[in-house]
């Protein structure tokens, strides 16, 4: 089992910046993927940004440019830096977690086993 909590997720004007963390606890050993997704109200939930355990990442075309997802090891901790934010990026965001599966995918189409409980980003114009 593996536990997450996210953080940081705050109230910006249009242009503003924002750093998530999400802190993983539990049997993370077993981690391979990682995976930043939000959810607009109304909207299906989509995958941001993702990250491996070599760290290679993956973007969606929409944050690309402006979101950067990281890792510290050592702390066990996900983030997600996000720059120039616009009010379409108004969602709630959720990280994830996922062990290895043969083969690899791109993390934004895995299926993720684990999942934080969220928190809000609002964007105003």
């Known amino acids: 089992q593996v536990q997450l909590m996210e953080s940081g997720g705050a109230s910006v004007a249009a242009g503003g910046s924002l750093r998530l963390s999400c802190t993983a606890s539990?049997?993370?050993?077993?981690?391979?993927?990682w995976a930043w997704f939000r959810q607009a109200p109304g909207k299906e939930r989509e995958a941001v940004a993702g990250?491996?355990?070599?760290?290679?990442?993956t973007y969606t075309p929409a944050v690309k440019d402006r979101f950067t997802i990281s890792k510290d090891n050592a702390k066990t901790t996900l983030y997600l830096q996000m720059n120039s934010l616009k009010p379409e990026d108004t969602a709630m965001y959720f990280c994830?977690?996922?062990?290895?599966?043969?083969?690899?995918?791109?993390?934004?189409?895995?299926?993720?086993?684990?999942w934080g409980q969220g928190t809000q980003v609002t964007v105003s114009s």
């Open positions: 539990g049997n993370t050993y077993k981690t391979y993927y």
């Open positions: 994830a977690s996922a062990s290895f599966e043969w083969p690899p995918v791109d993390p934004l189409a895995r299926e993720y086993e684990y």
């Open positions: 990250i491996v355990a070599d760290g290679t990442t």
